[in-house]
Structure formats: C-alpha cells, structure tokens
C-alpha cells in the first residue's frame, strides 16, 4: 500500500507540474523586458518588468473597460440565467397548464440550436433589435438556459410534495412557496451553477465578437487580440502576456474559491 | 411524474414567460430564417436576396474545402478526445490508490478549466514560438527540424491539439480518478486471487465499470473540441496557414462575416445544426441504454 500511494503522488505530481508549467511561463514572460523574451536560451526565472509590462497592457487596449464589460456580461449571463431557469423550472414542476409538453420541448431543442449553428441569422436578429454593440445584445440573447431548466427541475422534482401542500394549508401562495422554501433550499444548486455560467459568459468568444464592434464593447477575451504580436511587429510578448494573465485571473479564481460548488456544478450540468 | 400542486390561470405562464420569449426570438427566428437564408444568395450589390433553391448545398458539396474542413474538424476533434482521455485514464489508473489530499490534488488540477481557449492559445502560441519559444529551442537539441506554425500546417494543427487537451486535461483526470475511486476494491483484489494481471484486470473490469464516466467525458470533449474551440482558432492561427486549421465552426464565421456570402454561411449553419441534431440523438441513444445497464 505504502508503495502504490507514492506512486500515485509521484504521477498526481508531475501531472500537476506539466499542466501548471505553461501557465508558469507565461507568467515569468510577463515580468520580463524585451530584450530578456527575445534572448536564447529562453530565460525562466521571473525578471524584474511585471508593473512596467501590467501597466502598458492596461494602458494599450483599454483593460479596465474590458474587464469591467466582461464582468458585466458573465453576472449578467450567469444570474439571468439561473432567475430565467429556475422560474420556468418551477412553472413546470408545480403546476398544471395547457400547452406545458410544448413548452419543456421547446425548452428542450435550445440544446440542439448553439450559436455556432445559427451565426449569421442570430446577427440579423440582434441587429433588427437594434442591440448591435450594446450590453443587452451581449447578454440577453444568451439567458435561456435547457441546462439549467433541467438541474432544477430534477432537484424540485425530489421534494417530498407534502411540503408544498403543507405550506398550502399554512395559506401560502406559490411566490411565496418559491421564495420562503424553495429558493433556500436551492442554494447549493444555484452556487453550482453560478460558477458554471459566469466562466462560460467569461470565456464566451464567438458571441461578443459578432455582437460588438467598438474597442469599448469588446470583452477581455476578445479585446486582448490587439495585443498578440504578429510576424511584422516587435515582439511584445512580456505586454501580451501580461494581458493573458490578467485575463484569465478573475475565472480561475473563481473556479478556486468556490471548488465545490463548481464540481457539483460540473457534474449536474452535464447530466 | 409529480401531482402539480398549485392552481392559477396565468401564473405558470408567466413564469414560462422569459425563458419562451428568448427561445423564439434568439433560438427559433434565427434557426428558421438560417433555414430559408440557406436557399438564397446576396446580390452583387448586397442589397437584395435571389432564391436560388439547393444551389448553396451543392456548392459546399462540390467543394473540395469544404470537405478538408469537416475532415479536420473530426480528425481534431477525435485526436484532442482520444488522446486526452487515454493520457487521463492512464495517470488516473496508475495513481489509484487510498491517498491524502486528494481535494488539494483536485484543486491543482482543475483550475485550467477556467482559461478561455483563447487565451490558452496565446500561451501555446509563445510555448511554441519559432525564434523564442522554449519548446522549439529545445526540440533544436534534437532536430533540425523547423517547428513553425507560421509555414506548416501540421505544427499549427499541433499547436491548437495540444492547447485543447492542456485546457481539459487536469478536468478529465479528476473525473477518471473520481471515477476509480468509485470502484470497490473487493472487485478488483477478487480478480487479482483468480490470478489476473494489472492489463488484464484493467481491461477486463476497471475500463467497463468506467464506461459512464468515459461516455460523459467523450460527449464532453467532442462538443468541446467540435465548437468551444472557436476562439482558440480565431485568435491563434486564424484557420491557417492555408486552411490547415479551419475547422466547420471558424469557416462558417468566416464566410459569412468575412466573406459576407450570407446564404452560404447559412447552408453550413444548416449542416452544422443536422450534426448537433444527429449528435444528441446519439446521446440520449446511449445514455436509455446506459440506464438499463
């Protein structure tokens, strides 16, 4: 047993270590100067550049713009999601109405329709809206949720009915079923999902690029491109990848912070 | 299926009311009029549409690159798949066992999930820079190979392969030791007595009684690699050089918002939506069947 555990370290470690080597390098670049980053053998060892390299990303595309938009637009998808699916979960689940197959199935096909399969009409939609470059084009179009329709309404569907009718004989309505019983009860799902849907709203690239055309609109994912050198410019890679790390810093910690929420929310999405 | 319990007239409608209102307008106007735009081209001018029947269908069909595209899609999509989830399953089996820490190991693992594909690209593409990249300088130990992405198509597909599996790997290894640690060691230490070796009780007990686990995983890293990776192209090598990279999502964009061929963008749309379609049937296929399993 002694042996076989240490095996197992030894390979959960060296995974661990390859995995966060690129993220490692990148970091180490981006405290560089120019002249360190063009140098062979390449050098990796963290230099002495970080505030200059940060501050000329900020500076260069904007970056308090474009991490304000990207925060803006992953609370926005995340929390207009989880409202949008938990209401129409709890539509489903607790009531009685004509038209309700049509609607789960509706809900339903959204899975087979993502953006990438419907990109230049969703334009044309948004664009007939008049939501081209504006915060409720980046959002709004992305609030409708099968995933997260489901995931409550699989949890709902595994509370004992008695505490419904119980708060019936109590006099309570169904609002205030909702909100007094069942939404605490939700949390955990909610923390679940949350985590889910803020990194993809975060991370989401094809949508704001169709759906925004100004610097100011752009999210950080999208607004950072700027920054990678091509063939015929001085290669600035310590400023790009500055920008990555700023970038990808707000997601990660996220996931890191709230590990267990995001597992469960792993698993229960993918359900 | 639940007895409904509250009764009211319009209240379940309204509660239904958002989500409706998003699906129709942002998922089946736009799916319908993929459907119709797929039958029309634009005028030179833009300014108006000319029907012209199944005559989009047939170009992509007749199009030799449109073939390489699907064919890199799947060969990309099926190598970032296969490749990650066998690396994963072995360090996952060869690291099972009753260990500490496994929540810390977790952590340390699961973190690069949270790195766009775009921004994981850029990292790569520096990894695999040809002048400052670490990793052409040391492959120069070796080769006098050039590893360059800017020419060859292999080292760019190469390059976003391997961004792709860096950015799930730690996730698929946690889910597979996860996995493992699910199975009870009775099972295996019962097979161990009947005299079968490390191989043979992997293959015959640990990978079935891990098949749920590899199926979502699968389904996962498809779907991924089939449309997630979007930005990791559109930031990266831009479907180049030539077209090595340009797999069915990026060309789609690519005709209808660069190119402006509308009606051409749309008919990929369509074919694209017919694959999601066939893909999900597959699934819950699979997923009935698992059930009874």
Redesign the interface.
């Known amino acids: 047993?002694g042996r076989?555990?240490a095996?197992?370290?030894g390979?959960?470690a060296v995974?661990?270590v390859v995995?966060?080597f690129?993220?490692y390098?990148?970091f180490v670049?981006s405290t560089q100067s120019l002249d360190e980053?063009?140098s062979?053998?390449?050098k990796?060892a963290p230099s002495t550049h970080l505030v200059q390299n940060y501050a000329d990303a900020w500076a260069r595309v904007g970056m308090g713009r474009l991490l304000l938009n990207s925060t803006i637009v992953a609370l926005a998808v995340a929390l207009g999601k989880i409202?949008?699916?938990l209401?129409?979960a709890?539509?489903?689940?607790?009531?009685?109405?004509r038209g309700?197959q049509l609607?789960f199935w509706?809900?339903f096909?959204?899975?087979?329709?993502?953006v990438?399969?419907?990109?230049?009409?969703?334009?044309?939609?948004?664009s007939v809206l008049g939501w081209i470059d504006t915060y409720w084009g980046l959002t709004?179009?992305l609030?409708?949720s099968a995933t997260g329709?489901f995931l409550f309404r699989q949890y709902y569907?595994t509370i004992p009915?008695s505490l419904?009718?119980a708060a019936?004989l109590d006099g309570a309505?169904?609002?205030r079923?909702l909100w007094s019983i069942l939404l605490p009860l939700s949390t955990a799902n909610i923390a679940a999902l949350f985590v889910i849907l803020f990194?993809y709203g975060?991370?989401d690239?094809?949508w704001p690029?169709?759906i925004t055309n100004s610097q100011e609109m752009r999210t950080a994912?999208?607004g950072?491109?700027a920054l990678?050198p091509r063939?015929s410019q001085l290669?600035e890679?310590n400023v790009?990848?500055a920008a990555?790390m700023m970038?990808?810093l707000p997601?990660?910690?996220?996931?890191?912070a709230m590990?267990r929420w995001?597992?469960k929310g792993?698993v229960e999405t993918?359900k | 299926m639940r007895r409904a319990v509250f009764r009211n007239p319009w209240l379940p409608y309204a509660l239904v009311a958002p989500q409706i209102a998003i699906t129709l307008v942002f998922f089946f106007w736009p799916a319908f009029d993929s459907l119709r735009l797929s039958l029309y081209r634009a005028s030179p001018f833009g300014d108006r549409l000319i029907f012209i029947g199944g005559g989009n269908f047939a170009r992509l069909l007749g199009d030799p690159a449109y073939f390489r595209s699907a064919a890199t899609s799947l060969g990309f999509s099926l190598v970032v798949t296969v490749a990650g989830l066998a690396v994963a399953l072995l360090l996952a089996s060869l690291a099972n066992a009753r260990i500490r820490g496994l929540a810390l190991y977790r952590t340390l693992l699961l973190w690069p999930y949270g790195i766009a594909p775009a921004v994981a690209g850029v990292i790569w593409l520096f990894v695999f820079h040809p002048s400052f990249g670490v990793l052409p300088y040391l492959l120069s130990f070796v080769t006098a190979y050039q590893f360059n992405w800017f020419l060859k198509g292999w080292v760019a597909l190469m390059l976003i392969v391997i961004a792709a599996i860096w950015k799930q790997f730690g996730y698929n290894l946690a889910f597979y030791l996860a996995g493992l640690q699910a199975i009870p060691g009775s099972v295996l230490e019962a097979a161990s007595v009947d005299g079968a070796g490390p191989i043979r009780r992997f293959f015959a007990i640990t990978f079935p009684l891990l098949s749920p686990v590899t199926f979502f995983l699968f389904t996962l890293n498809m779907t991924f690699a089939f449309f997630e990776t979007f930005g990791l192209i559109h930031a990266v090598t831009q479907g180049g050089p030539g077209d090595a990279t340009s797999i069915l999502v990026y060309r789609a964009w690519k005709d209808g918002f660069d190119g402006l061929q509308l009606g051409y963008s749309a008919a990929q749309s369509v074919i694209l939506m017919l694959l999601v379609i066939a893909l999900t049937a597959a699934q819950f296929r699979y997923a009935e069947k698992r059930v009874t399993y």
């Open positions: 047993m076989s555990s095996i197992a370290h390979i959960l995974s661990i995995i966060a690129p993220l390098y990148a670049i980053v063009t062979l053998p390449p990796l409202v949008i699916s209401l129409s709890f539509a489903i689940v607790y009531f009685d109405f309700k609607v509706m809900i096909i959204t899975l087979m329709l993502p990438p399969v419907r990109i230049v009409s969703t334009y044309q939609v948004v709004v179009p609030m409708a329709t569907r009915d419904a009718e019936q309505g169904p609002l079923f990194v975060w991370n690239y094809l690029l169709m994912v999208i950072i491109d990678i063939t290669p890679w790009a990848m990555a970038v990808l997601p990660v910690a996220i996931i890191v590990q995001f597992v792993l993918e």
